[in-house]
């Protein structure tokens, strides 16, 4: 059973920061992608930012310049930066990833954690 676990969602002011973290634990043998994508009221889910199996990071356009991607492979843990948000940052972010757990390849999603950007 593979899992992922964020944390760090919450309220933050614009133009503040925040760290959002996400875990992946279980039975997992190879890690291919993973990162973060948002979904806000009304919108379509969109990439916020992601790693692939050859260690290049894509950005989203709005958030390009602002949001830093980061990962800690001995922990299995990426993390996003948030500086600058702005309002139209608040969303429910989600963390995916592309693993082999046990012979199998499958995508993974967290629960997803709230961020609203309000002063």
């Known amino acids: 059973q593979v899992q992922l676990v964020e944390s760090g969602g919450g309220l933050v002011q614009p133009g503040g920061s925040l760290r959002l973290s996400c875990a992946a634990s279980g039975s997992i043998f190879r890690i291919y992608t993973m990162g973060w994508y948002r979904r806000a009221p009304g919108k379509e889910r969109e990439l916020v930012a992601e790693?692939?199996?050859?260690?290049?990071?894509n950005y989203g356009d709005s958030v390009k310049g602002r949001f830093t991607f980061s990962r800690d492979n001995t922990k299995n843990t990426v993390y996003l930066q948030m500086n600058s948000p702005r309002p139209e940052d608040t969303a429910v972010y989600y963390c995916h990833a592309e693993i082999s757990s046990r012979g199998l390849y499958a995508n993974y999603w967290g629960q997803g954690t709230q961020v609203t950007v309000s002063s």
């Open positions: 790693i692939d199996s050859g260690g290049n990071i």
